[in-house]
């Protein structure tokens, strides 16, 4: 069974940084894709970023130089560091199984809250 579970989101400055992590179980970690999508207040799922199992990445066009994502396969993680946040980065970040082209129906955990406010 698919398990993610999200952590690291919080209350921060514009302009400031958060690292977001995810924990993943219930399957082969290092043979997956692995994503972070968004839900943006009265807006619809957005994707972030992904990072294939060979470690090529991608990013939104919104989020680009901004944020890095990565992982660690020995420790079946998956890492999202946020860097010159803007208050439209206000959301719930959600990890998820999978690359950009099933964002909006891959399995993902509970998500963890990001807020950019002064």
């Known amino acids: 069974q698919v398990q993610l579970v999200e952590s690291g989101g919080g209350l921060v400055q514009p302009g400031g940084s958060l690292r977001l992590s995810c924990v993943a179980s219930g399957f082969n970690f290092n043979r997956f894709g692995m994503q972070w999508v968004r839900q943006i207040p009265g807006k619809g799922l957005e994707w972030v970023s992904h990072i294939f199992s060979d470690g090529r990445t991608e990013y939104a066009d919104s989020i680009q130089d901004r944020f890095t994502i990565s992982r660690d396969n020995a420790m079946n993680t998956l890492y999202l560091q946020m860097n010159s946040l803007k208050p439209e980065d206000t959301a719930v970040y959600y990890c998820?199984?999978?690359?950009?082209?099933?964002?909006?129906?891959?399995?993902r955990g509970q998500g963890t809250q990001v807020t950019v406010s002064s």
């Open positions: 998820a199984l999978g690359t950009r082209v099933s964002y909006d129906r891959a399995p």
